[in-house]
């Protein structure tokens, strides 16, 4: 019989229990005589994590589900309290098996990544942090739910964040204005207080970074993304190539979005507005929307038919917007159960597509690789990760019409120029953060002023309209990423590059781009991110032109098709 995910057990984890467990095993592991008995403790271990990792998960979903919900926001605060403890305890092992005299023997059983992820845990924890640790998790949960609590008065509804995003692309440009008049009326009136979440965010990180034996917080940052096979450096350079190749060719793109839509200047508030006939909306509601992605994912391959059918028959989707709910969209996977997750805030847009196959994408990834025994393995570094996703958005092409009926085509024209117009944006972000965290000491009004000379560079042509706070340098704000996982954004535009060259692939060769990705999926988090590039047989975004040559393509193709006529 199916379990559905409603029937998902949680039980608080007894942190007494869970170290004593852990240490008995260790020690058999300590006493062990060779790599199989090694082996043997490491797989009884694993299966203690997974459980754990099991309970932090299944609060974390029901949590974001509902913020109202009393008992798992004080299970939340549980898992923000004692996820240290939890670490450190897990760090033991990481200890034991870097430090076994059978490394050898272990990473040719395992791979190397599983040393390469255990060592920067080790680097990124001591047991001297985890007060810090603790302050950290509370201020990133004080910051969810102030922007969960958004309860705006509009249209003659109560609306929360996630609501909005029709109202920013109605074809009338004062409702535009209008909505985005009342989000940041929402924003500026917390902007002091999300200003000092962000501050002593900051000042915490850059504590445990220096009381780690680190220079700045960039540095442990890069450790806990886990960057094992590519530097600062590196990203330094990616993001020049950004400016110099992609920026002007997305300023392009607003000029032709302005000129489309018939007006004298593009202000911020009609960026989302892109056609005079509306935007390519999804024909029908959630249900008809989610039905459609079961044709689509049945016709696509075998692996994504039994994959769709297990997350529906096991109700493992919540995907529309509502009150109390956290904003954004996400996929999890819930170890115990092989379940992946998706959670996400349908509104009616083109997004709730985009988020459907995207989220998607993740979940079939660690739905192919739930076999892996190492938990470790179970989704890759971020960057890497982002490209299964990503790439499923574009692998998808040939079934929207399935969703967007007789607006396919002005649907895969947004969706093409929003891909290339979010590397400016994502860069921005990234850049944003490694000024913030080389220099802790700038005060709030500091910060958003070099976010605005970082705007001026990568976005040149954003215009706010004199709308605070976001004329103040505010923008970051609403992007949570910044807030919870530093330095998580550049991820996103790696992998972007990485899915346009899976895009450019399957136009000439469905078959052969689908079956790289399919053994991408298949491998997990088994590599680093560079590896993983290589094994799908694409080129890494820090190679030299591989960014270049994908972005000639996708401005060829842009340029092919007569947008005015969408």
């Keep these: 019989m199916v379990t559905k995910f409603k029937d998902f057990k949680y039980e608080r984890p007894d942190l007494d229990a869970f170290e004593s467990t852990v240490d008995e095993l260790l020690g058999e592991f300590d006493r062990s005589e060779n790599v199989e008995d090694q082996v043997a403790v490491i797989n009884k271990l694993n299966v203690e994590f997974n459980h754990l990792d099991t309970m932090a998960t299944l609060v974390s979903i029901r949590s974001s589900i509902n913020t109202k919900d009393k008992f798992y926001d004080e299970e939340r605060e549980f898992f923000d309290e004692h996820e240290p403890s939890f670490t450190e305890i897990q760090n033991r092992y990481r200890k034991a098996i870097t430090e076994s005299k059978f490394r050898n023997e272990l990473e040719e059983r395992f791979g190397n990544q599983l040393f390469a992820l255990s060592e920067n845990a080790l680097k990124s924890f001591d047991p001297s942090v985890k007060e810090l640790l603790q302050k950290e998790n509370k201020l990133t949960s004080q910051y969810d739910k102030l922007l969960a609590s958004a309860e705006i008065e509009f249209d003659g509804k109560k609306l929360n964040l996630s609501e909005f995003a029709p109202y920013t692309q109605n074809p009338d440009r004062q409702v535009r204005k209008d909505a985005t008049l009342a989000v940041n009326g929402f924003m500026g009136d917390h902007m002091s207080e999300i200003d000092d979440i962000y501050d002593q965010l900051v000042k915490v990180r850059h504590e445990i970074a220096t009381t780690l034996g680190y220079k700045d917080f960039v540095e442990l ?21 950004v400016e110099e190749y992609v920026v002007p060719i ?63 028959e096991r109700d493992l989707f919540d995907v529309e917007a509502k009150k109390g709910k956290e904003g954004g969209g996400y996929c999890t996977l819930i170890a115990d159960y092989k379940a992946p997750f998706i959670f996400s805030n349908f509104n009616g847009t083109q997004a709730d597509v985009e988020v459907l196959t995207h989220e998607a994408g993740h979940a079939f990834q660690t739905y192919m690789s739930r076999n892996i025994t190492v938990p470790e393995y179970s989704f890759p570094t971020l960057e890497s990760a982002e490209i299964h ?32 117009s979010f590397l400016p944006y994502g860069v921005a972000v990234d850049e944003f953060q490694h000024v913030v965290y080389e220099n802790p000491e700038l005060t ?21 309209d004199g709308i605070e706070p976001l004329e103040s340098g505010a923008f970051w704000h609403k992007q949570g990423h910044i807030f919870a996982v530093p330095f998580y954004y550049i991820d996103y535009t790696l992998a972007q590059v990485c899915a346009l060259q899976f895009w450019k692939r399957a136009k000439d060769d469905f078959t052969g781009a689908w079956e790289d990705y399919l053994a991408l999926c298949k491998v997990g988090g088994s590599l680093p991110f560079n590896s993983l590039v290589e094994l799908a047989n694409l080129k890494s975004p820090f190679e030299e032109g591989s960014l270049e040559s994908v972005i000639d393509e996708v401005h060829d193709y842009l340029n092919s098709i007569d947008d005015k006529k969408l």
């Design 221 to 241: 940052g890069y450790i806990r993304m886990n960057r094992i096979d590519y530097d600062r450096k590196m990203v330094e350079k990616f993001r020049k190539q």
């Design 389 to 420: 996703s990503m790439s499923m958005e574009f692998f998808t092409y040939p079934w929207m019409e399935l969703f967007f009926k007789e607006d396919t085509d002005k649907f895969k024209f947004s969706h093409m120029a929003d891909s290339v």
């Design 250 to 312: 997305v300023t392009e793109l607003k000029e032709r979005q302005r000129q489309r839509i018939g007006l004298d200047s593009l202000k911020s508030y009609d960026n989302n507005f892109e056609f005079l006939t509306g935007n390519a909306m999804p024909k029908g509601k959630t249900k008809d929307i989610m039905n459609n992605g079961a044709k689509m994912y049945k016709e696509l391959s075998p692996e994504t038919d039994e994959f769709y059918t297990f997350m529906t």
């Design 444 to 464: 709030p009004e500091e910060r958003r002023q070099e976010w605005k000379k970082i705007e001026a560079k990568y976005l040149p042509s954003t215009d706010y």
